[in-house]
Nanobody, 117 residues
Framework: QVQLVESGGGLVQAGGSLRLSCAAS????????IAWHRQAPGKQRELVAA???????NYADSVKGRFTISRVNAKNTVYLQMNSLKPEDTAVYYC???????????WGQGTQVTVSS
């Protein structure tokens, strides 16, 4: 059974950094993409960043230049390095995997990121 486990969330001041981790049982290589999403109170869940099996990446405009998604296949882990954090980045962050291209079927439990001003 596929399981995704996020970690690394926490409280940070504006301008600070956090690194989120998503560990996937069974290996990340089996998926077309693994993506980070976030949902803030009163807001729709949005895709933040995605990385495909060939290493291609995609970012939401709001995080371009600040966030970097990467993976370490040997560790079955995808990371989201978040720099220059802003209060508007505050949200629950989820990772998800798509066994069918662009159809995210597996989701982690979420990790809270809070950015104070």
């Amino acid at each position: 059974q596929v399981q995704l486990v996020e970690s690394g969330g926490g409280l940070v001041q504006a301008g600070g950094s956090l690194r989120l981790s998503c560990a996937a049982s069974g290996g990340i290589f089996r998926f077309n993409a693994i993506a980070w999403h976030r949902q803030a109170p009163g807001k729709q869940r949005e895709l933040v960043a995605a990385i495909t099996s060939d290493g291609s990446t995609n970012y939401a405009d709001s995080v371009k230049g600040r966030f970097t998604i990467s993976r370490v296949n040997a560790k079955n882990t995808v990371y989201l390095q978040m720099n220059s954090l802003k209060p508007e980045d505050t949200a629950v962050y989820y990772c998800a995997a798509d066994p069918v291209p662009w159809r995210y079927r597996y989701w982690g439990q979420g990790t809270q990121v809070t950015v104070s001003s």
